[in-house]
C-alpha cells in the first residue's frame, strides 16, 4: 500500500474519495463546491474510478485562456484550531493527483471566512508527467486562524489551455501540524505571482543562444531580420511579440548537465518600444511566457520559420498552453523587464526536456525587445539562476 494513503488515515480531515459518488455541495459546507470562471471553460466534480474523483474542464470554447476551474470545501468544526496558540503549529493541505496533460499546475490554497488577501496561504505546485500520482502539500505561514472560524480547502486548475482536461484526486487531507516534526512540504511548488528577486545576485548569468520570432500567418517565412529604427535613423534588429507574431529563445546549457537547480530564476528582457491601451483590463496587455515543449530542439535563427519550427508538430503541442508566467512588460528604450523562472522550468531545461522558451502576447499588445545581433548582444535576454551547491 502507498505509504503516502496510509499516513492520510490520521489527518483531522480526509476525503479518499472512496464512496460511489463526490459528495457535492454548491455552498461547500456538507460536500465539495466546484465552479469556473474567467473564460467560457466548464467544469465538472465527479466520481472518476474506484478510490478518486475527477475534474473534468472543457476549455474548448474558450479564447483567452486565462480560465481558472476550483473545488473547495468548508471545514467547520473539523479542525483542532486551538493548537494553532501553540508556537509552531500551522495547517497543512496536501493532494495526491493525477493528470491528462503535463507539464501543468495546479494551486493549494488555505483561507478562513476573514481572509482578506487571495495569496496569502497559497502555492502552485508542478505536475511534471502524465498518467503518474504525485503528492503535494502546502503548510501555512502565520496563519491567522481561531477556534470558530471556518477554514477553506481549495484546489484548483488555472489557464492550462484551450482543450479538454481531467485531474484525478486520490485525497486531500487538511491537518493542524507541528511544523518541526511534520517534515517538509512534497513536492514541487512556486509561488503564485512571485516577488522578482535581485538579479545581481544570482551566480549564473547565461546569454540566450539563439533567438528569433515565429509569424502566426506567414508561416514559412523568416523573420530574424525584424528590424526598427532608433532615433537617430539607425536600424536595430528587434523581437517583437503581437497578435501575429511569438518570440522563441534557446540556451546552450550544456555546460550544467546532471546539475541540481537551486531555486527560481529570473528571464531579463530589454525593451526597445512597447505600444499598449492607455486604459489596462485586468490580464490584459501582458506578455506571456511558455515552455517550449517539443519541435526542432536545433533551429537557427536565421533560417527559422514557424513551419520548421514546429517540425510536423501542431504549435500548441510545441508550446506548452499553461504559462510560465504572465507579467507586464517595462516600458521605455532599455526598460529591463524580469520575468520569475520557476524552479521546476530551469530544471527541465536543464535537463534537455524543456527546449527553450517563447514569449506570447495576452491581451493586445505590440513589445519589442532588442535581438542578440545589437552591440554583441550586450541587451540579449538572459536567464539567471543559482545551482545546488
Known amino acids: 500500500m502507498d505509504f503516502g494513503l496510509c499516513t492520510?488515515?490520521?489527518?483531522?480531515?480526509?476525503?479518499?474519495?472512496?464512496?460511489?459518488?463526490?459528495?457535492?455541495?454548491?455552498?461547500?459546507?456538507?460536500?465539495?463546491?466546484?465552479?469556473?470562471?474567467?473564460?467560457?471553460?466548464t467544469m465538472d466534480l465527479r466520481q472518476g474510478g474506484a478510490g478518486y474523483a475527477t475534474v473534468f474542464v472543457d476549455g474548448t470554447t474558450d479564447k483567452r485562456g486565462i480560465w481558472w476551474a476550483l473545488i473547495e470545501r468548508k471545514l467547520n468544526g473539523k479542525l483542532d484550531l486551538s493548537l494553532l496558540k501553540k508556537p509552531g503549529y500551522e495547517v497543512r493541505i496536501e493532494a495526491r493527483v493525477r493528470s491528462s496533460h503535463a507539464p501543468r499546475r495546479i494551486n493549494l490554497q488555505l483561507a478562513t471566512q476573514r481572509t482578506t488577501d487571495d495569496?496569502?496561504?497559497?502555492?502552485?505546485?508542478?505536475?511534471?508527467?502524465?498518467?503518474?500520482?504525485?503528492?503535494?502539500?502546502?503548510?501555512?505561514?502565520?496563519?491567522?486562524?481561531?477556534?470558530?472560524?471556518?477554514?477553506?480547502?481549495?484546489?484548483?486548475?488555472?489557464?492550462?489551455?484551450?482543450?479538454?482536461?481531467?485531474?484525478?484526486?486520490?485525497?486531500?487531507?487538511?491537518?493542524?501540524?507541528?511544523?518541526?516534526?511534520?517534515?517538509p512540504d512534497k513536492g514541487e511548488s512556486v509561488p503564485y505571482h512571485p516577488p522578482v528577486a535581485d538579479y545581481k545576485k544570482f551566480h549564473q548569468a547565461v546569454p540566450v543562444a539563439q533567438d528569433s520570432m515565429i509569424d502566426l500567418q506567414h508561416t514559412d517565412v523568416n523573420l530574424n531580420d525584424w528590424q526598427a529604427q532608433d532615433a537617430t535613423g539607425k536600424a536595430i534588429n528587434v523581437l517583437t511579440v503581437d497578435g501575429s507574431h511569438y518570440v522563441i529563445l534557446r540556451w546552450d546549457l550544456k555546460a550544467f548537465a546532471g546539475k541540481k537547480v537551486a531555486d527560481h530564476g529570473l528571464l531579463e528582457l530589454t525593451t526597445s518600444a512597447l505600444q499598449q491601451k492607455a486604459n489596462p483590463l485586468k490580464d490584459f496587455g501582458q506578455v506571456r511566457v511558455v515552455e517550449i515543449l517539443g519541435g526542432d530542439p536545433e533551429w537557427d535563427r536565421r533560417t527559422v520559420t514557424t513551419d520548421s519550427f514546429c517540425h510536423y508538430e501542431r504549435l500548441d503541442r510545441v508550446l506548452n498552453t499553461q504559462m510560465i508566467i504572465d507579467w507586464s512588460v517595462t516600458?521605455?528604450?532599455?526598460?529591463?523587464?524580469?520575468?520569475?523562472?520557476?524552479?521546476?522550468?530551469?530544471?527541465?531545461?536543464?535537463?534537455?526536456?524543456?527546449?527553450?522558451?517563447?514569449?506570447?502576447?495576452?491581451?493586445?499588445?505590440?513589445?519589442?525587445?532588442?535581438?542578440?545581433?545589437?552591440?554583441?548582444?550586450?541587451?540579449?535576454?538572459?536567464?539567471?539562476?543559482?545551482?545546488q551547491k
Open 8 to 41: 492520510s488515515l490520521y489527518a483531522q480531515y480526509v476525503e479518499n474519495f472512496d464512496g460511489p459518488t463526490v459528495a457535492l455541495d454548491p455552498e461547500g459546507n456538507h460536500g465539495w463546491l466546484f465552479l469556473a470562471g474567467d473564460g467560457t471553460a
Open 119 to 183: 495569496y496569502s496561504q497559497l502555492m502552485e505546485h508542478d505536475i511534471p508527467t502524465t498518467n503518474n500520482w504525485y503528492t503535494f502539500s502546502l503548510t501555512t505561514k502565520h496563519f491567522d486562524a481561531m477556534p470558530g472560524d471556518t477554514v477553506i480547502a481549495h484546489l484548483a486548475l488555472m489557464d492550462w489551455g484551450l482543450e479538454k482536461y481531467q485531474l484525478d484526486i486520490d485525497y486531500i487531507k487538511v491537518d493542524v501540524v507541528n511544523v518541526a516534526t511534520a517534515g
Open 331 to 387: 516600458a521605455g528604450d532599455g526598460g529591463k523587464t524580469y520575468l520569475t523562472i520557476g524552479k521546476p522550468v530551469l530544471q527541465r531545461m536543464i535537463n534537455g526536456t524543456t527546449l527553450g522558451i517563447a514569449i506570447k502576447p495576452l491581451g493586445a499588445i505590440s513589445a519589442s525587445f532588442y535581438s542578440m545581433e545589437n552591440q554583441a548582444g550586450k541587451n540579449a535576454a538572459r536567464l539567471y539562476f543559482d545551482l
